[in-house]
Structures are given as structure tokens and as C-alpha cells.
């Protein structure tokens, strides 16, 4: 197994190519459950769940269902249903075991059906992984390192946000700039900071 290959994923998945700050996916539930560090953790953990376990079903989908019967055209949809199956499978796992937390994440558990970071990277792994319909050598583990490692960097900058916002609350922040508006002006300001990492030959 090429070593070098899964730390360059690791690598780009947590700071170079991450998913928020520089190909600016999933941004709703980064904005949305970001105020608090104990959601974001919640959330950020749902998303690494979800994004591994999607990639894992997808990635069997393509290889043994879409290519076979060449409808690789319908390889959207098939993943949008595998996504939206799983995060009902969290949403009802965090009602029954913590109503608080279910209530916490609102209307932003839902929204990781329509989370953009969780689709592209199931697409990001077939066309990474897949020549001319074939899996190259290592496709499968590859896949999940890249979903498992993406979800990893969403959180990362998911809780990176949230212990900035917090401190916000304690700080004497012009009544312009307060909610949203200073929110995106941090977003933009780490994103800036993450664009340092692009430099980093691997």
C-alpha cells in the first residue's frame, strides 16, 4: 500500500483542499451550527460518519451496480438517495439517545441531506479513483480515507469557528458587524489563513 499517497490525502483533505474554507462546500452548516463548541462537535461528527460511511456505499454502487449496467449517468441521484438514507438513520440515532442535542441542531441535521461537502466528496472519490470505469489499484481504501479525512477537516474548521464565535459573545463588537456579517468576515479571514497551506508540495 503506497503510504505517501494516504498522507498527501490527509494532508489535502484537513488543510490544503478542505472542503469549507477552500472549495467553500457546506458552508450552511458551518455558518449555522458554529455558534456553540458542543453542536459543532455533534455536527462535525455526524458529517465524518455520514461523508465515510456515503463514500463506502457509493463507492460499491458505482463499481458493482452503475458500471455494470452502464447507467453511470444516474450516478447523482444514486448517491443522493444513499446520503439521504444515512441522515435519517442519525437523525432518528440522536432523537432516541439525546432529544437536547436533537433540539440544538435544529433544522441543520436535516440540511446534511443538502450538504454539498457530503455529495462532492463521494463524486471527488469516483473521479479521483475510478480510469475509464476501472478502479485503480487501492480505489476502495483510498475513498474512505479521502471522505473519512474531508469530514475530519470540516469539523476541524467547524470547531475552529465555534471557539471564535464564543469568544465573540465576551467582546465589544460594533452593533454593524454583529450576528452573520462578522461570522463571514471570520470565514474569509481563516480562509485567507488556509491559503497558506497551498503552498506545501507534497
Do not use: H
Not at 173 to 201: E, T
Amino acid at each position: 500500500m503506497d503510504l505517501s499517497r494516504f498522507i498527501t490525502i490527509i494532508v489535502g483533505m484537513v488543510f490544503i483542499n478542505n472542503f469549507v474554507l477552500s472549495k467553500f462546500l457546506g458552508l450552511c452548516p458551518f455558518f449555522g451550527v458554529s455558534r456553540r463548541a458542543k453542536p459543532a462537535l455533534s455536527m462535525g461528527l455526524a458529517v465524518i460518519f455520514v461523508m465515510t460511511a456515503s463514500s463506502m456505499i457509493t463507492w460499491l454502487v458505482y463499481r458493482f451496480i452503475l458500471i455494470p449496467f452502464d447507467i453511470i449517468y444516474l450516478r447523482t441521484i444514486f448517491f443522493i438517495l444513499v446520503i439521504a438514507a444515512f441522515v435519517q438513520f442519525i437523525e432518528m440515532f440522536i432523537l432516541k439517545k439525546s432529544p437536547v442535542l436533537y433540539r440544538a441542531l435544529g433544522i441543520y441535521l436535516p440540511l446534511i441531506t443538502t450538504n454539498c461537502a457530503v455529495l462532492g466528496v463521494t463524486v471527488l472519490n469516483i473521479d479521483s479513483f475510478f480510469i475509464n470505469g476501472k478502479p485503480a489499484a487501492g480505489s476502495f481504501l483510498f475513498s474512505l480515507a479521502q471522505a473519512f479525512f474531508a469530514g475530519v477537516g470540516f469539523a476541524f474548521v467547524l470547531l475552529l469557528m465555534s471557539g471564535i464565535r464564543e469568544r465573540l459573545d465576551y467582546t465589544d463588537v460594533p452593533q454593524a458587524f454583529k450576528g452573520v456579517s462578522i461570522a463571514f468576515i471570520i470565514a474569509a479571514l481563516m480562509s485567507l489563513a488556509f491559503m497558506g497551506f497551498a503552498g506545501f508540495k507534497l
